[in-house]
């Protein structure tokens, strides 16, 4: 993820605006909103480091992944698209990327041999997956199970809740199609980013929220399974230790808050696995 909040400022300010008659304090609250966003652009900056290379074959109590290659076994086929959350964006090991974590804790639930392939790229929008989906089907044969994790630089860009929804909702029909199980972390809260200022903050918030709802009602018709990653629970953890749950950043996670988003998405993910006619089945829990 990165910030891009102008676009988001300027509409967010025409709707805040939009309830008061008085000019003077409209041109106030607009030029309020627009330094907001300088000052969280200024704190956050854009990272252009590169997520920990993660891909490989996990297997149950290995510490280390097998590189993949033609002819090395696998049992199920784990595959991550979306944005620098899903890359794993702030980590400095590649044990704290979320796929990884995935991965890993799959493999130690289910007994088999899993194989992390990652297709997410960093600063990525909804537009984004159909070219990481066509990357997919150009590279090999689908994944077993895909986990898409995407929504908040729809946010910071401003880009249309109902159009996000719906190029999610094509990713994971694409995926479903192919006959790989999907399961999609909905768009993180961002008014727990303390960086961004109040107001603008709670602007933020709230698309945050009404994209996270739209994203999981396109899930769920495209028979995926939405996990809401900006959950009151999730939120209120956030913010009760953002210097411990953020990167260095302030807006990425940090090894501590992937391990905390990659809590909400595994049980899901280890359940669907469980589920899937035709998938191996796990034979313990974590």
Known sequence: MRVGLRAAVVTGATTVLAGSGAGTISWATYRLLMTQAGAARAVIGRDTSKPP????????GAQRPE???TGVP??????????????????????????????????EASGLRVRLSTKAISGATSKGLAGQVDAMFVAGPPPDAAVILVGANDITKKHSIRASARRLASAVARLRAADALVVVGTCPNLG???AIQQPLRTVVANWSVRLAKAQTMAT???????VPMGSPLVASEFRAAPEILFATDGFHPSAAGYELAAAQLLPVLIAAVRNRPGLPVAHSET
């Open 192 to 194: 727990t980013v303390t």
């Open 74 to 107: 696998s049992d199920l086929h784990l595959m991550i698209f979306g944005d620098s959350t899903a890359a794993g964006l702030g980590c400095l090991s590649a044990d704290d990327v979320p796929g990884v974590r995935l991965a890993r804790g799959l493999a």
């Open 220 to 226: 769920t018709l495209a028979d995926g399974i939405a």
């Open 53 to 60: 290379e993660a891909d490989g074959v996990y297997a149950p």
């Open 67 to 69: 590189p993949w290659r």
